[in-house]
């Protein structure tokens, strides 16, 4: 079986809660990911994601370059060790309505797993999701 940490981004990528909207969309657009965890000092509070910035920003009409992190963010952050198998991760995605998770091991948060790391090898195969 697959694990989790064979198929985790092991770069993860934060920023504080009192950054911006716009700062951050930025940082995930010149990183390429859809999440980064919202860290104070060494403390993990939580993480923002794309969805965050739609339904919470952008869809509500507040500014980007406005509206902090801590205002729209999501916590607690959930998470998944990364020895689990993958199908573990797809499981509480689904169950939780989230596309991100955290990866830790030994408490520590070690990687992020998403739902688009889950569907790539599918996509790498020509295959494509049924609609």
Do not use: C, W
Request: charged share 25%.
């Amino acid at each position: 079986m697959v694990k989790v940490k064979d198929m985790m981004a092991k770069t993860v990528f934060t920023i504080t809660k009192k950054n911006k909207i716009k700062e951050t969309a930025d940082l995930m657009k010149k990183n390429g990911v859809g999440s980064l965890l919202v860290k104070e000092e060494n403390q993990i509070l939580g993480i923002i994601t794309e969805t965050d910035i739609v339904h919470k920003v952008v869809a509500q009409g507040l500014s980007p370059q406005i509206t902090t992190v801590d205002a729209v963010m999501s916590f607690p952050l959930m998470s998944i060790e990364a020895d689990a198998e993958v199908e573990e991760a797809g499981r509480q995605m689904v169950e939780n309505g989230i596309r991100h998770l955290a990866v830790t091991q030994d408490g520590q948060v070690v990687g992020m797993i998403s739902m688009r790391d889950l569907l790539r090898p599918f996509y790498s195969r020509g295959e494509r999701p049924a609609s």
